[in-house]
């Protein structure tokens, strides 16, 4: 079983940034594909960022592209979202979640249901 716990989540005004965490233990790390989507009231779950297994490739939805980056530090297990220029829409809870690519080293994944593994989420608002 591979266990995802996210953190970093908060209140910020529109336009500033966070750092969203996602601490990643139970299996070999470096053997995930991984990707951060997140969801908000009455909405689907949608997808936000991914990252290959090797860390080489990214792949952002277009409403964040050029504000979030996509990070993995392998020695640590730990993927992260840096988010810049935050707009109240991108108020949602953010999971972490991960797909088994052990033989697929560039391989992206932005399907939800591509995903094996889910954290909890954590909560980003972003004021007016």
């Known amino acids: 079983q591979v266990q995802l716990v996210e953190s970093g989540g908060g209140l910020v005004q529109a336009g500033g940034s966070l750092r969203l965490s996602c601490a990643v233990s139970g299996r070999t790390f470096s053997t995930y594909a991984m990707g951060w989507f997140r969801q908000a009231p009455g909405k689907e779950r949608e997808f936000v960022a991914a990252i290959s297994r090797s860390g080489d490739i990214t792949d952002y939805a277009d409403s964040v592209k050029g504000r979030f980056t996509m990070s993995r530090d392998n020695a640590k297990s730990t993927v992260y979202l840096q988010t810049y220029s935050l707009k109240p829409e991108d108020t949602a809870v953010y999971y972490c979640?991960?797909?088994?690519?052990?033989?697929?080293?560039?391989?992206?994944?932005?399907?939800?249901?591509?995903?094996?593994?889910w954290g909890k989420g954590t909560l980003v608002t972003v004021s007016s």
């Open positions: 979640a991960a797909k088994f690519a052990g033989s697929r080293p560039y391989s992206i994944y932005n399907d939800p249901g591509d995903m094996n593994y």
